[in-house]
């Protein structure tokens, strides 16, 4: 069997950035990736390298950033009042999830006052160049009710968007 569309795959991954630095592993979790072909679980790029590998393939994979997360964009940079935060001790760096125009979205706290805080909407690794080094673990079709709600029901959800 070979990955193709409407198949739940599962591999492991280890990301880095262009300068070599290990952004994630799966396999230091001893915890593989599982994702539904096709259905934009992952980002583009890999989903095209990943297209018709057999079980077992191991494949490194360069993506720009177009390809991977996109560019920066600066006018994703906005202030929002303190009030959307309910949390008092709020951070730089601090990131949140919030729902965006486009569903789910990573904001990064850059600056703090008493009435307004900035934040970067951008993802967390756009505009960067990332390098995948992956290993093809399962490959089987998805079930019905898989494909309904667009993800594995076995997958962690959450690990689609890489920790940081």
């Known amino acids: 069997m070979r990955i193709a569309p409407q198949q739940v795959v599962t591999l492991h991954y280890m990301l880095r950035d262009a300068s070599g630095t290990v952004l994630d592993d799966s396999r230091s979790r001893d915890t593989p990736l599982e ?24 494949l490194s994979v360069t993506l720009m950033p177009a390809e991977a997360y996109g560019m920066r964009d600066e006018a994703r940079v906005q202030q929002v009042p303190r009030s959307a935060f309910p949390i008092d001790d709020l951070a730089l760096g601090m990131r949140f999830q919030t729902q965006g125009e486009d569903g789910p979205e990573i904001v990064t706290v850059l600056e703090i ?28 079709e998805a079930t019905p009710a898989e494909l309904a709600k667009g993800h594995p029901l076995t997958a962690d959800v959450d690990r689609l968007i890489p920790p940081l």
Request: hydrophobic letters at 35%; a negative charge.
């Open 35 to 58: 994702y539904l072909h096709g259905h934009h679980n992952i980002v583009a790029g890999l989903e095209r390298a990943l297209e018709g590998q057999p079980v077992g393939a191991t």
């Open 113 to 140: 006052d008493s009435d307004r805080v900035t934040v970067d909407t951008n993802h967390p690794l756009a505009g960067e160049t990332l390098s995948y080094r992956l290993e093809v673990l399962g490959i089987r």
